[in-house]
């Protein structure tokens, strides 16, 4: 087999470098040879979909299992909107920034606004709705999209998350937050929020499998029948239906009937934590405030180049001659002694400067 | 976890009921914590496809593993189509039958003929090219679409592949085949066509692997880089591109690296091939002829009515006041004792009739 | 100026080959420097729409002015479908023969039924129905396209529309009456409905203008203001909305302020009922009963090659060895003498075959 | 007729608010009894294109007529790129600020740019190509949008033009030219392109009849069949193609068989100068330097109230407590006394104000 230098390297890059949690492999092979209903109707997906609901508290949601978030962003935002209509995203909004124009791909704008450590505010909201006035020559923003965590690790607060909605009602946006990384967001150590409470607030929103411990899977709940009506035909109409739709219910099954969908997130964020203490201890400094398991320190150049000898991440952003900042990434699979290594190294690298 | 009526009897609905052949499961488990590059830049899929490459024997083919065959359907026919432009398929195809109009959901006409036992002929090619030809005015064929095997179960001849091939080339179509079913129209007993024939005479096909021993997976193969150009981007956009890849490479790796793909499929027409000369047997006809895994026969509507107290199919046509058309699949993973029943309770049925 | 070989003979192919009745131009001239505002808000079109609203006795209409046929059909219909949602046409209708896909390329599939003279009837209705069970395997049919007076001349009667208005409703089907014609299916002798009668039974229908007397133009009328809602968006994205909506408001004040659209829809109707009743007498066949401006007569092959000496018109359909059916238009602009012509030379060409 | 309070008012708000210019009115009606070939067949079609051919000096250009800027844009972008590919434009560009999302609509991205009064440049192009680099999660810059003369009145150098040709090439870009307002950019006292320039520059541009004296149409121009291959059918699909051709052919002969449509460009944007002139002799200062028809000065608050009760304009920019940045548009039908009456009216204000 073809060796990857790359791999050669323990890896920060990502949270779905591994496969899933052994919990689930195991299932799907105790399950492996029950025939079940496709498309979604087998034993497997009923019963995650029941022990979803009871966590919502929420009897009118509906749930849809799909295989990744830019298929679910699609999905969800080609379905509730209409033709003319747009939805709203930070700059760094996956929908925005990695999706190869899937949302306008279904013909809908995205209208971005600026953000704030990835968040959006209630009056970066007003500001586009102010710049949509001049009917009919303009598209009508109907959507905020939100993700939580944000693609710069940060969170949304419960207030914070009340007064987007506050504001979506009023001028008539429905709000969506992207979950794929949902886990990391309530289990960080700054989180007020509780999946009811999320459940409660935001319009449609999805619990992401694939990078917290899922082969793949995201989980979609539509807060009501209403927009959720006719949500099968999207899926089939997008691709998105599989056939074997036990392998969806299986995971979601593993991972939410226990807590293990909460344990696996929470790990990803004490590892680190580890390295942001770390990283702080020696003084430097963060590009978003690090609360979950996406950290974006700034780092001397030389420093990031020895740790890139040893370890794969991304460089984020140039900040001067002498810094720039990184992206790393811990996960449900991450190893604590490659964490501990990484810590180590990074210690012994910045009392090498001084 | 609730019981599914339909459940208690044995289910020759489709060939999807089970989940994956225990050699993938096996692969899938042993490879778990290895670290991998996303996106199908992992080490598996870079096998997976090499291994492709060789059975394929043309060098400039381009491959790419996606979820589902009517994401394939979708990916393949909006990368290659211009907006005017349209495809050409059986009224029974999976595109025009199936697929919740996904096709025209991005933005293409499909253009139906009638089929003869669903299959596409040059005369009815002909007729398309020939009623289109008021330009402007009319969409512009650009494209056949055929499945291999058919959505009748019936498989497509070299001679028949070829003449197809040559009208195609002469009009200014791609050939594209659905290979949802592609192992079991390559192991009947009645196929004259090898891998490589079909590598050599389409444009773009695709290898089944939902329907035939994976969980999910479907392998697309472009003739040329020309054809394939982009496709990365098509696959990002749709929502197609799988961050963990590499269960789609594992998969298919297992399968093709030996010749567990071939023996899967042609485990299916074997116990097919047991039902059908059961049925012949007793006298009755079939709809189209019995040729892969897929049976079409038609039987009278009490011994129907009786089958379906112990085994799930398909009512697929009404035939006339006593009889009607029934759909029966096997699978790489039918229970061999399951069939066995079955045929012992349809010769029953019928001696019970004469 | 290049001289065209096609014009030197007299031109009954179509309904457009002039320009606009004097009245418009007139009027175009006489309002030319008055500044009006734009994008439909200028006097005209108020008052235009003012008449229209009294014509239709519907106070909850909704009304748009738009250029052309095309245009309308698929602003009306991808305004009001859902993705999944599909629409019903005839084969004939011109939304499925002559458009070029327009609608499919808004995302929507056209269901094709065959057709009676041109018509649906709810028999046809039903069947899409019921082939269209499978959710959500199949696209969800959602409105009803019909024509009137249709693509082969022919017109529905007030049951034929108050029995096809009965299955929409009944099986949530929108009605849309593409009426590029309307005019000529409302002035014909067999015609027993009225402007408000169709303003009744159907959801959205369109008065053509293009074809009977004005430049350009289509007077769109949706039945509530719910189904027109955020039409004005939908007309701004595809490139609908004139800057200079005055053209399309005073071209239908004039037409329809007093009674000249009826007049001229009368006028060609007239001609075309001069040409049948000639036909008829020589004893020859129609393909579809001539009921407006629209005739599809059988005659003999040597007779059709006489007659393409001296005028144009569209060879339909070839019958038998030596019949074919042609295609013969007239319009609020014919010529009587030329129509003269056109029956003596066809009188002369009847009996020199007996 | 009902009377609108804006129109008591003399009207600088858009350059679309009377009809035609008499001479196409006349040739209107001349014309009007011809029987011509529909679907721009017609001879004054065709007579236009050959002199629009003989002004371009390039043999291979390919032309079309359509009905306004929007579908013109629309039809261009979306026949020209392929489903993953985007196109580069000013915020303040038509495509982006004024179109309801019609580019988006046909599911492209529309990546912005902020401008240099209007204009983008080959620094801002380049920094969209290297923010695109991460294939395959991003979209695929393929053509560079710009527009002239710019919405905010401003127009491209020879120099500027060349050197966005250069960039555009070295990264596959397809350069197109808005020109709305091309023949107002054209007949600047500050241009140094021709018409001939242009069309050697750009790969697609546009020449706008609606804002310079028809009634409706703009000229496409391809700079070779390549890129125009296919766009009937484009033109057809979307609902641009106008049956009655004649009425796009006559006005474009009308204007460029002499030099009808640069003597309109030139008279509107000479009113415009003494207009800026006046203003300048004041003291105030542009938005924008004021090149051609449209104007963006700054003026008092109070004094801007004045003029609004005899002039209707729009206020396009708040600047501070005390100013606000105004849009003054002339056209080729802009009466002198009227703008010799705003100018003596804003002296007198000003002098009021010392």
Same mark, same amino acid.
């Given at each position: ?26 299932? +799907? ?51 509730? =909107? ?61 959507? =905020? /999209? ?9 969170? /949304? ?17 429905? +709000? ?83 807590? =293990? ?22 003084? /430097? ?13 700034? +780092? ?13 991440? /991304? ?40």
């Amino acid at each position: 087999m073809r060796i990857n230098k790359a791999l050669e390297m323990y890896n920060f890059k990502n949270d779905y470098a591994e496969g899933a949690h052994p919990k689930i492999l195991e299932r +799907l092979a105790a399950s492996n040879f029950d025939q079940e209903l496709g498309y979604g109707d087998d034993r497997y997906t009923l019963a995650a979909k029941q022990v979803l609901y009871e966590r919502l508290q929420n009897p009118k949601a509906v749930l849809y299992f799909v295989s990744g978030g830019t298929q679910a962003n699609l999905l969800v935002i080609s379905h509730l =909107l209409r033709p003319h209509e747009a939805v709203i995203s930070c700059k760094t909004g996956h929908i925005y920034a990695n999706e190869t124009g899937a949302i306008e791909a279904t013909g809908h704008r995205v209208i971005t606004v600026d953000g704030v450590d990835g968040k959006v505010t209630p009056t970066l909201v007003k500001e586009v709705i102010d710049a949509h006035q001049l009917r009919p020559h303009v598209v009508k923003p109907r959507m =905020l /999209y939100i993700s939580n965590s944000t693609e710069l690790g940060t969170i /949304y607060t419960k207030s914070e998350l009340i007064s987007l909605s506050i504001i979506c009602k009023k001028h008539g946006l429905l +709000l969506f937050m992207d979950g794929a990384r949902l886990g990391h967001a309530l289990m960080s150590s700054s989180n007020d929020l509780s999946l009811a409470d999320i459940a409660a607030h935001v319009d449609i929103f999805y619990i992401g499998g694939t990078k917290n411990g899922a082969l793949l899977g995201e989980a979609i709940v539509f807060k009501s029948k209403e927009l959720a009506a006719d949500f099968d035909y999207t899926l089939k109409q997008k691709g998105a239906l599989l056939a074997k739709g036990r392998i969806l219910g299986i995971q979601f099954l593993t991972l939410l009937e226990e807590d =293990l969908y909460f344990e696996l997130a929470a790990k990803a964020n004490t590892l680190a934590t580890q390295i942001a203490q770390t990283i702080a201890a020696q003084g /430097y400094q963060f590009l978003t405030p690090p609360n979950t398991n996406q950290l974006f320190p700034i +780092l001397p150049k030389n420093m990031i180049k020895d740790l890139l000898n040893s370890y794969a991440f /991304y460089i984020w952003k140039e900040i001067d001659d002498d810094f720039q900042a990184i992206r790393i990434i811990t996960s449900w699979a991450s190893d604590q002694q490659e964490v501990d290594r990484f810590c180590h190294d990074l210690k012994r690298l910045a009392d090498a400067k001084q």
